[in-house]
């Protein structure tokens, strides 16, 4: 994410199980969230509104960034109460796959205390260098191989050279120290 793509994703849409204040009270929570995260992705949530009254705002107790899938974060209301927030790749959040209507949009979810509650669709498009840094490695006569912790296929939308997705970090630093 941000190094063959532009690092500024677009919220495309957002589904929530709430409606009303409800929703807004949700987004706001992920806005509070996503503001903590350094992850190109959250930035779209992390400009979301929140509609917290002056004093009223929910705080961010924990936050955990779990490297190719997500964040966990622990929100505390005024009111004391807390929930836990998991934010992340579908498979992360429920065991299934991604299922985003094309390859080059990312299907992200919500769940609060356990319970999917929000399903967002988040789009990038390729840096205006990706080509043609791609083409200078062709002319040295370089392989070049994407490692993505995408979906199948991403690359292939993207007109990128072959890929290895569905990889984790450490799975992208695995293949790159046996290259060398």
């Given at each position: 994410t941000g190094t063959l793509t532009e690092d500024r994703f677009a919220l495309v849409d957002i589904e929530?199980?709430?409606?009303?204040?409800?929703?807004?009270?949700?987004?706001?929570?992920?806005?509070?969230?996503?503001?903590?995260?350094q992850h190109p992705i959250a930035k779209p949530f992390a400009e979301l509104?929140?509609?917290?009254?002056?004093?009223?705002?929910p705080r961010v107790r924990s936050f955990v960034t779990v490297p190719g899938c997500g964040v966990i974060a622990e929100l505390v209301e005024a009111d004391g109460t807390a929930h836990t927030i998991r934010i992340g790749t579908p498979v992360w959040i429920t065991g299934l796959p991604?299922?985003?209507p094309e390859p080059l949009h990312q299907r992200?979810?919500?769940?609060?205390?356990?319970?999917?509650?929000?399903?967002?669709?988040?789009?990038e498009k390729l840096r205006e260098s990706t080509p043609q840094a791609l083409?200078?490695?062709?002319?040295l006569g370089l392989p070049v191989?994407?490692?993505?912790?995408?979906?199948?296929?991403?690359?292939?939308?993207?007109?990128?050279?072959?890929a290895r997705s569905g990889l984790l970090p450490?799975?992208?630093?695995?293949?790159?120290?046996?290259a060398k």
């Open positions: 929530t199980t709430a409606t009303g204040a409800e929703r807004a009270k949700l987004l706001g929570w992920l806005s509070l969230v996503q503001v903590r995260s509104p929140r509609p917290f009254a002056p004093g009223q705002a991604d299922s985003a992200i979810l919500v769940a609060v205390d356990g319970h999917v509650v929000a399903k967002a669709i988040v789009a083409a200078h490695f062709t002319r191989e994407v490692l993505t912790g995408d979906r199948t296929g991403r690359a292939e939308a993207l007109r990128l050279p072959p450490t799975d992208k630093q695995a293949v790159v120290e046996a």
